[in-house]
């Protein structure tokens, strides 16, 4: 007989190995990373927007796990949710019949989504992506598609073709037709519109590469730019929708606006199963999936699965029941005025930006000689060092978890999850204060971790 599966015991016995395993198993890099800055820690548990480790101490997530735990981790909502749904034994993906979870997440999740009629469920951001993609080139028979430098979409091969940082992209060509366009420069794209092959411009509302948002005006310009030469407007929310921004969508901040697809995920997951929604309009879906001959045209193997529609069922109801995307408002506003307040004191500090709980704080050149001369040289080792010199010591010190927002960027975003209050505030701003007092002291623990920053970067060329 067989020894009964005991998840908790194999924890307890192997747990400790984790760092080993994924060197010999996993990606060798990201152990290595971790070690090298000091971020590899040991969280035994965690609960709404905090991890505690084996000594009970606390650490403040101000990234969400790239914005997927909206709710914060382990909601009991969403979790009693997923209990129930195991519980209920339902005839799961069959694929010859209709259960009633997909539907009814369609329908609540379109009740948030004016003039979206029809949802694709997937299992990810990315594939919410690919899935938008297909549809666009599909439903109008143009092959290119438009995107914007900086953007970030995903990295599977479609959304990689799309993606506006080369870093990504490089050793994986071919990848499909498309173009870079400068987010806001609709000259810009009207050139690019006139060759008549453009199938869809997709866009993030906010870039998360940076946390840059579109200028005012520019989505609902662009919008009318692509419907004249026939074209699609696809927004990218898979971090900026479900309330991130302080609208349930961040398209939602600019009147008129009425994107052709929208693509979402993370969030919606509740932090437990991956799931990805791609919604359009009734026209295309339609024009896709055209006869019963083309019932599986597009497809998903687990998408559609109970565990996720039932999370994403229940991250709705939270969503409505707390008054999230209010909250988020709140708690927003609060966080980056009180950001914006401390440019004038730290010339290191040169902008904060974005909307709701999605914050770009942007580092830059300073005025005083001796503070200039020490960047001058992290920049001369590898831009976006400043940034990670930040980061660091708001772990290490006072135990708040942030990341910098893209390579060579000095910008650290934050997107916490959407349920941090007044007193989660307060200490981040305790935190990053006390780091900008040491940054602009010109010596201490902070440069000397510099040195260690430029080191690696120089041997990394």
């Known amino acids: 007989m067989s020894k009964e599966f005991d998840l908790g015991a194999l924890l307890a016995e192997r747990g400790a190995e984790r760092y080993e395993l994924h060197t010999k198993y996993l990606n060798p890099q990201l152990p ?9 820690k040991v969280y035994e548990r965690a609960e709404g927007a905090h991890f505690f480790d084996a000594d009970g101490n606390d650490y403040l997530d101000m990234l969400a796990g790239f914005g997927v735990m909206g709710l914060g981790r382990h909601h009991p909502v969403v979790r ?11 005839a799961d993906l069959t694929r010859f019949d209709c259960q009633p979870l997909p539907g009814l997440l369609a329908e609540r999740l379109l009740a948030h989504s004016p003039h979206l009629d029809r949802v694709f469920f997937g299992n990810s951001g990315t594939e919410a992506v690919e899935t938008a993609l297909k549809f666009a080139r599909y439903a109008t028979g143009k092959p290119r598609v438009l995107y914007c430098d900086h953007a970030f979409h995903g990295l599977t091969t479609g959304s990689l073709s799309v993606n506006g940082e080369g870093g990504f992209r490089d050793g994986f ?10 987010l806001g420069d609709l000259p810009a794209l009207a050139r ?13 509302p906010i870039q998360g590469k940076g946390v840059h948002e579109a200028p005012p005006g520019y989505l609902r310009a662009a919008q009318e ?4 030469h026939k074209a699609l407007l696809i927004a990218d929310e ?3 929708g479900l309330g991130r921004t302080g609208d349930f969508y961040a398209y939602q901040h600019e009147e008129g606006v009425e994107p052709d697809l929208v693509c979402v995920a993370k969030a919606l997951s509740g932090g437990y199963v991956p799931v990805g929604a791609t919604l359009g309009k009734d026209w295309i879906f339609k024009k896709v999936y055209s006869s019963m001959d083309r019932v599986l045209v597009h497809s998903a193997s687990f998408g559609s699965n109970a565990p996720a529609m039932a999370c994403g069922l229940a991250v709705l109801s939270v969503m409505e029941n707390e008054q999230i995307v209010a909250g988020v408002r709140t708690s927003g506003e609060l966080l980056k005025s009180r950001l914006t307040a401390l440019i004038d004191t730290y010339e290191l500090l040169a902008d904060v930006r974005g909307r709701g709980l999605m914050i770009g704080i942007e580092f830059g050149r300073p005025s005083s000689l001796k503070l200039r001369s020490r960047w001058t040289m992290l920049q001369a080792a590898r831009k976006g060092l400043f940034a990670q010199m930040v980061v660091v010591p ?30 989660d505030v307060d200490r981040f701003i305790d935190a990053f204060t006390a780091v900008m007092d040491d940054a602009h002291s010109g010596g201490g623990l902070m440069w000397d971790f510099g040195k260690t920053l430029i080191k690696q970067a120089v041997a990394n060329r």
């Open 173 to 182: 060509a071919p990848l499909l037709p498309d173009t870079a366009v400068p």
């Open 32 to 40: 290595r990373m971790l070690h090298t800055i000091g971020f590899d």
């Open 225 to 228: 730019l692509l419907h004249k």
């Open 80 to 90: 009693k949710a997923l209990h129930d749904v195991l519980d209920l034994d339902l």
């Open 238 to 240: 898979v971090q900026t």
């Open 192 to 204: 690019e519109l006139k060759k008549g092959d453009v199938a869809a411009l997709i866009v993030e």
């Open 394 to 423: 708001l772990l290490q010190r006072h135990r708040i978890l942030t990341q910098v927002s893209g390579d060579h960027l000095e910008v650290i975003k934050l997107i916490p999850p959407l349920v941090v209050d007044e007193a």
